[in-house]
């Protein structure tokens, strides 16, 4: 005669365990915070102090020149190259970008010690190859002056 012994069934547990999951999404924040200021490119310029109303946040990125202390122009079309640019040359890669995406808002980042008249100068050749509008990249004062 065989014995048979009864095993008790265990219940399925159908629950997610969401620890590792939470544990991913830090990591992955932490990753963010740490690249997102560094996506901003640009040409390394030591910006004026304003305390100014940030632009409306849209979904387009930038297209930034830049003005070096010494009045040398830069454009950033995010292929990493900062090349000095002339004046004309930048027209023509503004307006090509432009016709293209016509949405894409143009900053200048214009250095502190640069002379009004070279910024007056880039912003007028901005608006000739079709930018609607420029806007200036400040930063804010610092707290303690």
Do not use: C, H
Not at 23 to 31: A, E, F, G, K, S
Not at 72 to 93: C, F, M, R, S, V
Not at 103 to 130: I, K
């Amino acid at each position: 005669m065989a014995v048979f012994k009864t095993r008790s069934k265990r219940k399925l547990v159908a629950e997610i365990n969401v620890v590792p999951y939470i544990d991913v999404m830090l990591v992955l924040l932490i990753v963010f915070m740490i690249t997102a200021p560094l996506l901003m490119q640009g040409v390394k310029v030591d910006l004026p102090q304003a305390p100014s109303v940030p632009l409306e946040e849209t979904d387009k990125e930038p297209l930034i020149v830049s003005v070096k202390a010494d009045g040398t122009y830069y454009i950033d079309l995010g292929n990493g190259q900062n090349e000095p640019e002339e004046l004309a040359n930048i027209q023509d890669k503004v307006s090509k970008v432009l016709a293209v995406q016509p949405e894409t808002p143009v900053l200048v980042w214009g250095d502190t010690n640069v002379g009004y008249g070279v910024v007056v100068e880039l912003m007028t050749v901005l608006q000739n190859a079709g930018a609607p509008n420029v806007g200036l990249v400040t930063e804010p004062p610092r707290s303690g002056k």
